[in-house]
């Protein structure tokens, strides 16, 4: 069972290039997040998807976008890539929704760096 | 809004000491409550959980408890290994803001035990 799987695992970016990360999980969750880490800083909400063809925005969604065509993948996309979103990017998975206990199960990372 | 906070690393200990990383929360509703533990170079696991007062979680020795008078959630483990070396995030979940059951992340604490 592979779980959340990302790709790449690294990246740099110069500035105003566009690239896809790519996130699938293999558990049929309907539930699915893309947060970033920044140094020091807990992981914040960037977008959010409840099922397959249903996308909202996180705290923090400028400069991002996503979609969600099938279960199984939730792509991050990022236009003119900006110093700004030099960060970790962890995508995660979940049953259902966290305030009743579910666990989220998150990929092993994406680390981007903008020059 | 909701938040979290933990007290601030990098915590050294050597091995078969005590452990106690603090957290306390703010949340408008009756969020559950979790632990998560990352390694490095991978992406964050579950520790432990709790979903209402006085719960406590506890899992390969960590114990935390749901404590509402106090809004803690502080994690303990009576003697730490080497292996427990990582950085622990507090989070909690809380549907009244209603962004797709995200978690709500503290800032981490690095923790580092010597042989």
């Known amino acids: 069972n592979a779980g959340v799987t990302q790709t790449p695992k690294f990246r740099i970016l110069k500035i105003g290039q566009s690239m896809t990360l790519q996130c699938t999980q293999d558990?049929?969750?309907?539930?699915m997040y893309w947060y970033r880490q920044d140094p020091g800083m807990g992981l914040k909400l960037i977008y959010y998807?409840?099922?397959?063809?249903?996308?909202d925005k996180g705290e923090v969604p400028n400069g991002y976008n996503v979609s969600r065509s099938t279960t199984e993948d939730f792509p991050l996309r990022l236009e003119l890539a900006a110093p700004s979103q030099t960060s970790v990017y962890f995508c995660a998975s979940s049953y259902d929704r966290a305030e009743f206990g579910e666990t989220q199960y998150f990929g092993p990372g994406t680390r981007l760096l903008v020059l | 809004g909701d938040s979290v906070t933990q007290m601030e690393g990098p915590v050294t200990l050597s091995e078969e000491a005590f452990l106690t990383i603090n957290c306390t929360y703010t949340a408008t509703g009756y969020p559950s409550l979790f632990w998560y533990v990352q390694y490095p170079g991978e992406g964050l696991q579950l520790l432990l959980k709790a979903t209402k007062a006085d719960d406590k979680g506890s899992n390969k020795g960590f114990e935390a408890t749901y404590r509402k008078e106090t809004t803690s959630f502080h994690l303990e483990k009576g003697s730490v290994q080497v292996s427990d070396s990582a950085v622990y995030f507090c989070?909690?979940?809380?549907?009244?803001?209603?962004?797709?059951?995200?978690?709500?992340f503290g800032q981490g604490t690095e923790l580092s035990v010597k042989p």
């Open positions: 998807s409840v099922g397959a063809g249903i996308t």
């Open positions: 989070a909690l979940s809380d549907g009244e803001y209603n962004q797709g059951g995200k978690l709500i």
């Open positions: 558990m049929n969750h309907n539930y």
